[in-house]
């Protein structure tokens, strides 16, 4: 018996063959997909992670290098911002970035995590040692007056010294070991490129396979559907030459139709999934794409995987650009200091050098600092101080009462001012080519601790960017530092220049005093406004150099804290001991120089003289000088000596 193969066995048979060919063609799909989707996982879960938190660990251990430095160079006083900053590393932000890099560092190679625990131990172990050892030597305002701890400290964070050369070791491996992550990084992401071409050639291949079958069942089944067959016919032949036509097949309301339809619904799909992916593979991740439907596992996953290097590319270049802001900011912190190490005694040349370089490093036009003249006896005003214009400075003697415009706006609110627009007779920049008013104004407070020492101006014709502003408010810290110090070295000279004169002006009243006793009334009244001034002036004396009372006899009846601290003797063990035995037993009662001192003081004579002093912290050199004073019948019965430390510039005539 005849067996008759029918139409709808060949069609069985056929797309029993086309349908094998789709299940194989969807695995492979699927295969080259998750192989895609998993390196992708690798790149996203662990290649970028890991290269960012190193970045993050190499800028923490260069900050702390600055950081470090500034301990030494810069920052005397305790708990300043950048101290307690290298304090928050060494405590909080290192175990916290350290504890990220372990958990990550599970998915390395055992030599990288060999590598990275080596890092981590030279840290913990040897350069935060150090670092410690450095805090610990100067850990007080006095300490870094001590020439031992500064000669045996400054050695190891210049260039080249042990904890400058290690931090940079340091830095070197954390790149070659972020050099290696971020290749593998690149190797996993050319894997999956080399993939996804793998997978356009089996496109190509399975249409290929497609286009046979196709053809061997058209063979069998030209009796019945002759017309149709040959139309699709004509139409796979063209895609078999790599052309997906433009032109549609005719769709019919039978079978036959339906796999035209579908054949054009999956040449218009090929030509728009070759299209996204081409712009994919130039970077192009813009490009528009839709799906089939939800369920469309090619058009989902290129989207998916579309967004997935998108959002690697935006993160890289934000890092990137956060790594160059810091960057920037760190080098501006550090020429600053290097300014305000310069002519920090004299405050007209440091103002103008700190606004020359804000100008020039923020791309300016225009600049002025205000100090703030806190005189009470005076209404408090700002003071300009410099005034700095396309590089050249403009001399101009301006005050502002502190609490008008937006000067003392700014110091109210102790917060910076930007302004985008200003008022047209604001401010205005003039050149060779004439006068233009700037559209963007920022205004900073020179603020320590709350406190306010002054006022930065900044005009521009370009925008000031946030970065710039952050920059300026940390960099305001410092300048309103080292103002604070300059102002207290100026007060202090100042209070010793009137505390002679008021002296001089007291001798001379009691001259006039024995001189017209007729007017005994009205001296008296002079001399008690005069004594009321004297009592100031001496308590202004005691809270800037040592003081110690004396009797005839050279006994001591009264010291101030800073004697006793110079000399490290407490104050109830120094009253009612004799001077002589205070100071250095090179010296003796029975020497002429010594009694020589005496006999003037008891004639009235002020003298000055240098005594050395045996303390537990070493020898100390006081420059002492004694005034005689006399009581209301008119005889002497106090000497007053006032002392100053000079025990450094000893050491160095001595060297």
């Given at each position: 018996?005849?067996?008759?193969?029918?139409?709808?066995?060949?069609l069985?048979?056929?797309?029993?063959?086309?349908?094998?060919?789709?299940?194989?063609?969807?695995?492979?799909?699927?295969?080259?997909?998750?192989?895609?989707?998993?390196?992708?996982?690798?790149?996203?879960?662990?290649?970028?992670?890991?290269?960012?938190?190193?970045?993050?660990?190499?800028?923490?251990?260069?900050?702390s290098?600055?950081l470090?430095?500034n301990?030494?160079?810069?920052e005397?006083?305790?708990?300043?911002?950048?101290?307690?900053?290298?304090?928050d590393?060494?405590?909080?932000?290192?175990?916290?970035?350290?504890?990220?890099?372990?958990?990550?560092?599970?998915?390395?190679?055992?030599?990288?995590?060999?590598?990275?625990?080596?890092?981590?131990?030279?840290?913990?172990?040897?350069l935060?040692?150090?670092?410690?050892?450095?805090?610990?030597?100067?850990?007080?305002?006095?300490?870094?007056?001590?020439p031992?701890?500064?000669?045996?400290?400054?050695?190891?964070?210049?260039?080249?010294?042990?904890?400058?050369?290690?931090?940079?070791?340091?830095?070197?491996?954390?790149?070659s070991?972020?050099?290696?992550?971020?290749?593998?990084?690149n190797?996993?992401?050319?894997?999956m490129?080399?993939?996804?071409?793998?997978?356009?050639?089996?496109?190509?291949?399975?249409?290929?396979?497609?286009?046979?079958?196709?053809?061997?069942?058209?063979?069998?089944?030209?009796?019945?559907?002759t017309?149709?067959?040959?139309?699709?016919?004509?139409?796979?032949?063209?895609?078999?030459?790599?052309?997906?036509?433009?032109?549609?097949?005719?769709?019919k309301?039978?079978?036959?139709?339906?796999?035209?339809?579908?054949?054009?619904?999956?040449?218009?799909?090929l030509?728009?999934?070759?299209?996204?992916?081409?712009?994919?593979?130039?970077?192009?991740?813009?490009?528009?794409?839709?799906?089939?439907?939800?369920?469309?596992?090619?058009?989902?996953?290129?989207?998916?995987?579309?967004?997935?290097?998108?959002?690697?590319?935006?993160?890289?270049?934000?890092?990137?650009?956060?790594?160059?802001?810091?960057?920037?900011?760190?080098?501006?912190?550090?020429?600053?200091?290097?300014?305000?190490?310069?002519?920090?005694?004299?405050?007209?040349?440091?103002?103008?050098?700190?606004?020359?370089?804000?100008?020039?490093?923020?791309?300016?036009?225009?600049?002025?600092?205000?100090?703030?003249?806190?005189?009470?006896?005076?209404?408090?005003?700002?003071?300009l101080?410099?005034?700095?214009?396309?590089?050249?400075?403009?001399?101009?003697?301006?005050?502002?009462?502190y609490?008008?415009?937006?000067?003392?706006?700014?110091?109210?609110?102790?917060?910076?001012?930007?302004?985008?627009?200003?008022?047209?007779?604001?401010?205005?920049?003039?050149?060779?080519?004439?006068?233009?008013?700037?559209?963007?104004?920022?205004?900073?407070?020179?603020?320590?601790?709350?406190?306010?020492?002054?006022?930065?101006?900044?005009?521009?014709?370009?925008?000031?960017?946030?970065y710039?502003?952050?920059?300026?408010?940390?960099?305001?810290?410092?300048?309103?530092?080292?103002?604070?110090?300059v102002?207290?070295?100026?007060?202090?000279?100042q209070?010793?220049?009137?505390?002679?004169?008021?002296?001089?002006?007291?001798?001379?009243?009691?001259?006039?005093m024995?001189?017209?006793?007729?007017?005994?009334?009205?001296?008296?009244?002079?001399?008690?406004?005069?004594?009321?001034?004297?009592?100031?002036?001496?308590?202004?004396?005691?809270?800037?150099?040592?003081?110690?009372d004396l009797?005839?006899?050279?006994?001591?009846?009264?010291?101030?804290?800073?004697?006793?601290?110079?000399?490290?003797?407490?104050?109830?063990?120094?009253?009612?001991?004799?001077?002589?035995?205070?100071?250095?037993?090179?010296?003796?009662?029975?020497?002429?120089?010594?009694?020589?001192?005496?006999i003037?003081?008891?004639?009235?004579?002020?003298?000055?003289?240098?005594?050395k002093?045996?303390?537990?912290?070493?020898?100390?050199?006081?420059?002492?000088?004694?005034?005689?004073?006399?009581?209301?019948?008119?005889?002497?019965?106090?000497?007053?000596?006032?002392?100053i430390?000079i025990?450094?510039?000893?050491?160095?005539?001595?060297?």
């Open positions: 018996m005849k067996i008759r193969f029918t139409i709808v066995k060949k069985t048979v056929g797309f029993g063959i086309l349908t094998f060919a789709v299940l194989l063609n969807s695995l492979l799909i699927y295969a080259t997909l998750n192989n895609n989707k998993r390196l992708n996982e690798e790149i996203i879960n662990i290649y970028t992670p890991s290269v960012s938190y190193l970045n993050d660990l190499s800028f923490l251990i260069n900050n290098k600055m470090i430095k301990w030494v160079f810069v005397r006083k305790n708990n300043t911002p950048d101290k307690l900053n290298l304090i590393i060494h405590n909080e932000k290192f175990p916290e970035l350290t504890k990220k890099l372990s958990k990550i560092s599970k998915t390395w190679t055992k030599e990288e995590q060999a590598i990275f625990q080596n890092i981590s131990t030279t840290i913990k172990d040897t935060f040692v150090k670092h410690q050892e450095i805090m610990q030597s100067l850990n007080s305002f006095d300490s870094y007056d001590d031992m701890i500064i000669f045996e400290i400054n050695p190891k964070v210049e260039e080249g010294g042990e904890v400058i050369t290690l931090t940079d070791n340091i830095l070197k491996k954390l790149g070991l972020s050099e290696k992550l971020n290749k593998k990084a190797d996993s992401n050319f894997s490129i080399k993939s996804f071409v793998g997978f356009q050639r089996f496109v190509i291949y399975s249409s290929f396979f497609l286009i046979i079958a196709t053809l061997v069942i058209a063979y069998f089944t030209t009796s019945s559907i017309n149709p067959i040959n139309e699709l016919k004509k139409f796979l032949l063209t895609m078999t030459k790599g052309i997906l036509p433009k032109v549609k097949l005719k769709v309301n039978d079978e036959i139709g339906d796999m035209s339809s579908a054949l054009n619904t999956f040449v218009g799909t030509i728009e999934t070759s299209e996204f992916a081409l712009e994919i593979g130039k970077g192009n991740y813009k490009t528009n794409f839709k799906p089939i439907s939800e369920e469309d596992i090619l058009g989902n996953s290129l989207i998916n995987m579309r967004n997935n290097l998108e959002k690697a590319e935006v993160e890289e270049k934000n890092r990137k650009q956060e790594d160059e802001l810091r960057n920037w900011a760190a080098q501006g912190i550090a020429k600053l200091g290097d300014i305000l190490r310069q002519n920090n005694d004299n405050l007209e040349k440091l103002s103008f050098n700190i606004m020359s370089f804000i100008i020039d490093y923020l791309n300016a036009n225009q600049g002025s600092l205000f100090i703030l003249n806190n005189n009470y006896e005076e209404e408090k005003y700002f003071e101080k410099s005034a700095i214009a396309y590089g050249r400075s403009k001399l101009i003697n301006k005050k502002i009462p609490k008008e415009g937006l000067i003392g706006r700014c110091a109210y609110e102790k917060l910076p001012i930007y302004l985008k627009e200003i008022p047209e007779d604001y401010i205005q920049i003039t050149s060779g080519l004439g006068t233009s008013n700037p559209k963007n104004l920022l205004l900073v407070p020179l603020k320590l601790n709350e406190d306010i020492f002054g006022i930065i101006e900044i005009a521009s014709f370009n925008e000031i960017k946030k710039q502003i952050n920059f300026l408010e940390k960099a305001g810290e410092n300048i309103a530092s080292t103002i604070s110090s102002k207290i070295n100026e007060q202090t000279a209070l010793l220049s009137d505390a002679q004169q008021k002296g001089e002006e007291l001798a001379a009243q009691e001259e006039e024995r001189q017209n006793m007729e007017e005994l009334q009205a001296t008296q009244e002079e001399a008690s406004r005069r004594e009321i001034e004297m009592r100031d002036v001496i308590e202004a004396i005691n809270n800037t150099v040592g003081n110690i009797d005839m006899n050279g006994v001591a009846i009264n010291v101030n804290d800073r004697y006793s601290n110079m000399i490290n003797v407490s104050s109830e063990n120094i009253i009612n001991s004799k001077h002589i035995d205070l100071v250095s037993q090179d010296y003796n009662e029975e020497d002429d120089d010594y009694q020589s001192l005496w003037n003081l008891h004639k009235g004579i002020p003298s000055e003289r240098v005594f002093y045996n303390t537990p912290n070493g020898d100390v050199w006081l420059n002492e000088t004694f005034t005689p004073f006399k009581n209301a019948d008119g005889n002497y019965d106090k000497i007053v000596d006032l002392v430390d025990t450094e510039k000893v050491l160095l005539e001595k060297k």
